[in-house]
């Protein structure tokens, strides 16, 4: 997977994907650079790729995108356009499978983040039981990406350090749309490959996709 910069290790918390990659738990963190590379061009930011099977467009999220906007912006800061579209639709998230029970959850607020001065989180996504959760990660001078960690950050049990972030935390997409294509890519393969679908009908990206670890495995 192409690496990008950031101020925390690189990895992917995902799940099995049958045994082609193989899992020990309900979550496993596997090496980033292990982790087949997505067409880019397939990334515009209006989530063309997905909208077939969304239909049409359902606004959520709107004042509560307001208020985060509003906050960030007052600190320096962006939301992505991507962001915006994908939390404010609810047709784009439902449309996204989730075998391990996770929602779309937007936080009330950006949280700020010891790791850098000035840099925020914004939580978009967690796991049904709260075993990870996933969060726009936005800073001064910076792209914003997606991090994941075991650990709310709204609601933290114990103090939010530098120190703590760092072995807890690891970047999973250097953007924001480029995490929801493969967490929505990973999920449609994993009822193939789990449930012994007819791989006839795979597209190209998701032929690729599972041939990519079939190679290593050989």
């Known amino acids: ?24 738990g309900t979550y496993e ?6 982790v087949p590379d997505l067409a880019d061009s397939a990334l515009a930011g209006d989530y063309e790729w997905l909208r077939e099977s969304a239909g049409e467009a359902s606004p959520c999220n709107g004042d ?3 208020d985060i906007r509003v906050a960030l912006e007052a600190a320096g800061l962006t939301l992505p ?4 579209v994908f939390m404010g ?8 499978p989730s075998c391990t029970g996770c929602e779309w959850d937007l936080g009330d607020v950006a949280v ?25 990660y936005l800073a001064p001078g910076q792209a ?3 991090v994941c960690s075991p650990i709310h950050f709204d609601a933290p049990e114990g103090e939010l350090t530098a120190d703590v972030l760092r072995r807890n935390t690891v970047a999973a997409a250097p953007e924001f749309e480029a995490f929801v294509h493969r967490w929505w ?6 009822e193939i490959v789990n449930d012994d679908l007819d791989e006839e009908d795979l597209s190209p990206e998701q032929a690729a996709y599972l041939r990519f670890y079939r190679e290593r495995t050989h």
């Open 144 to 146: 914003p990406q997606v």
């Open 112 to 136: 700020p983040c010891p790791i850098e001065p000035g840099a925020f989180t914004v939580r978009f996504l967690r796991d049904q039981q709260d075993c990870l959760f996933w969060y726009l």
């Open 89 to 96: 639709d609810a047709a784009l998230q439902d449309a996204v």
């Open 81 to 84: 356009p991507a962001f915006e």
């Open 1 to 24: 997977m192409r690496a990008f910069t950031s101020p925390f290790d690189l990895g992917w918390w995902s799940f099995d994907l049958g045994d082609l990659r193989p899992c020990d």
């Open 185 to 190: 890519l990973e999920n449609e393969l994993w």
């Open 29 to 34: 963190l596997y090496d980033f650079a292990g």
């Open 64 to 66: 509560l995108l307001e």
